[in-house]
């Protein structure tokens, strides 16, 4: 069963525009939930993790629990944000890392 | 930044071979994750070890072998490579199992 689901695999918004990027969650207990993003030519790298409650680069990201989502929001996209972003949850043991498939956001000047 | 590396960063081989990918750390870190990245998949957890000596299954598993006898380093071996193994494999390490991973620049391995 797909623990971690993005429903998009593309994602194409006007620069200025608002952006959020979907993320679901499977798990029973408490996870901790992140969004990874993997720029072009570049590492996968953490953007932003629910508990430091931080927003990164203008983006933004609130737990759910009620709806086990962890949706990813930016109110002014740039292109400098087109990326490939990944949302991804721990659970309580080192083998419960899993990722979703990723989307692919594209910011049209 | 040497941090976390990886190599060989390009890797074709043959099925039936046995290829071994190496990930070195300089952070000391307890953790350290294999992933494979497909496409429709995101990436998947191979194998991760709590610390030197200590390993444990993912999700994904089976046809891969890891040790790690020293804590920088965490190769991962094929034994015996087949075409579905074809995929990019990105080494991580961390603090602990609930913190921030930070990711090697990946491994793209063709199996022919």
């Known amino acids: 069963a797909q623990r971690v689901t993005q429903p998009e695999k593309l994602l194409s918004v006007f620069k200025g525009a608002p952006v959020e990027l979907k993320c679901n969650y499977s798990?029973?207990?408490?996870?901790?939930l992140f969004w990874y993003v993997q720029y072009s030519r570049q590492r996968l790298q953490l953007l932003l993790r629910h508990i430091s409650r931080e927003s990164i680069k203008g983006f933004t990201a609130d737990l759910n629990k009620g709806e086990t989502s962890f949706h990813l929001k930016k109110p002014f996209a740039q292109e400098e944000d087109s990326a490939m972003y990944y949302c991804a949850l721990s659970g309580s043991t080192g083998n419960q890392f899993y990722f979703g498939t990723g989307t692919s956001l594209t910011v049209i000047p | 930044d040497a941090g976390i590396t990886q190599s060989p960063r390009y890797k074709i081989t043959e099925t039936g071979r046995q290829v071994t990918l190496m990930c070195h750390q300089t952070?000391?870190?307890?953790?350290m994750f294999w992933y494979r990245q497909d496409l429709g998949h995101g990436l998947r957890l191979i194998y991760y070890?709590?610390?030197?000596?200590?390993?444990d299954k993912g999700e994904v598993p089976d046809g891969y072998v890891v040790s790690r006898s020293k804590t920088e380093n965490f190769p991962l071996t094929l034994e015996s490579a087949t075409r579905s193994q074809t995929s990019v494999y990105f080494c991580?390490?961390?603090?602990?199992?609930?913190?921030?991973?930070?990711f090697g620049p990946g491994t793209r391995l063709t199996v022919l």
């Open positions: 952070w000391s870190h307890s953790y």
């Open positions: 991580a390490s961390s603090t602990s199992s609930y913190n921030e991973q930070f």
């Open positions: 070890s709590a610390a030197a000596d200590i390993t």
């Open positions: 798990y029973s207990g408490s996870p901790e």
